[in-house]
């Protein structure tokens, strides 16, 4: 141990005087390209190990909310879990490349026509890469920053950890990250044995989890929920999307389906989902 502080000590003292030569802008380099240098070490790290806090998270705590958070594995996280927040955020999840472009160009219409009632178009991927990463916000800067993540952690991530990624980080209610517990929070259970209908329900307030209550249930969610099962019956055969929920836990407990009667209902809710998206490139 002391040899390995020798060595150290002895580096340093080659390589603090060729610093201390060095012009303003060459330093200004330097200490750009170290940055860069952790900021790839961070994003190859986080491929194995969940990050040790956001700013989401510590925002949280300083506003007094607390923090409220338990990661799992995929492997511990209910298959129902998965599908619930595809279908319910992120339809797409398995196809793009981190952009939804069609909704993010429908979006920007929209904003267009109606100034005061922004709508979102944010992916799953784009979620994490702000979560993660950066901060909550509307800015330019903010948005920039989160095209850049969003790219890279699509090109270093797999679809399964950028998954795995969501449902530990993601506010589900007011100082709750994270599907493990959120569970324990609403329904006294680990994430492994929610049940189609509670999943459902936690990503039905996922537009606004801090409004939109699961317990007690607020009316937004108790209208939502059966749209989230009825895309979750519509989604599940998709290979793609199916393969991702076999690397969750696939014996997940199932409850009865819902199915929601009324199409006009369905498409009601939507849009009023996509309206209340506050992170994403559309508003």
């Known amino acids: 141990m002391q040899n390995r502080i020798l060595k150290i000590k002895q580096s340093l003292s ?15 380099l330097v200490w750009i390209g170290m940055v860069i240098l952790m900021h790839f070490i961070y994003l190859i790290a986080l491929i194995f190990v969940f990050p040790p806090i956001t700013t989401t ?19 511990n996280i209910s298959s129902n879990a998965v599908l619930a927040v595809i279908g319910s955020e992120d339809q797409l999840f398995m ?28 992916t799953i991927s784009q979620q994490v890469a702000k979560n993660v990463f950066l901060w909550q916000g509307r800015s330019w ?5 989160e095209v850049y993540f969003t790219i890279m952690i699509e090109t270093l991530w797999s679809k399964r950890r950028i998954m795995e990624m969501y449902l530990n980080v993601i506010e589900m209610g007011d100082g709750i ?4 517990a959120a569970a324990k929070k609403y329904f006294n259970k680990d994430a492994k044995k929610l049940t189609r209908e509670e999943a459902a329900m936690i990503a039905a ?5 801090k409004k939109y209550k699961v317990k007690p249930i607020s009316s ?3 209208y939502r929920f059966p749209w989230v099962l009825q895309q979750m019956d519509q989604l599940e055969p998709d290979e793609n999307i199916n393969y991702l929920m076999h690397q969750a836990d696939f014996n997940a407990s199932t409850a009865p389906r819902i199915t929601v009667k009324k199409q006009e209902s369905a498409d009601t809710i939507k849009t009023e989902t996509q309206e209340f998206h506050t992170d994403s490139l559309g508003n």
Do not use: T
């Not at 005087?17 to 330093?27: D, E, N, T, V």
């Not at 069609?102 to 026509?113: C, D, L, T």
């Not at 990250?177 to 493990?180: A, E, K």
């Open 205 to 209: 307030a996922l537009p606004n989890p």
């Open 95 to 122: 196809e793009h490349y981190g952009f939804d472009l069609e909704s993010i160009e429908k979006a920007v219409e929209y904003n267009k026509s109606k100034p005061k009632k922004m709508r979102g178009a944010s």
């Open 57 to 75: 998270q510590l925002g949280s705590m300083m506003d007094g909310h607390g923090m409220s958070r338990d990661y799992e594995c995929l492997k």
């Open 141 to 145: 800067i903010r948005k920039g920053l």
């Open 177 to 180: 990250f994270g599907i493990q």
């Open 220 to 222: 937004y969610v108790s």
């Open 14 to 28: 080659k390589v603090i005087p060729f610093y201390k030569q060095l012009s303003w802008y060459s330093k200004i």
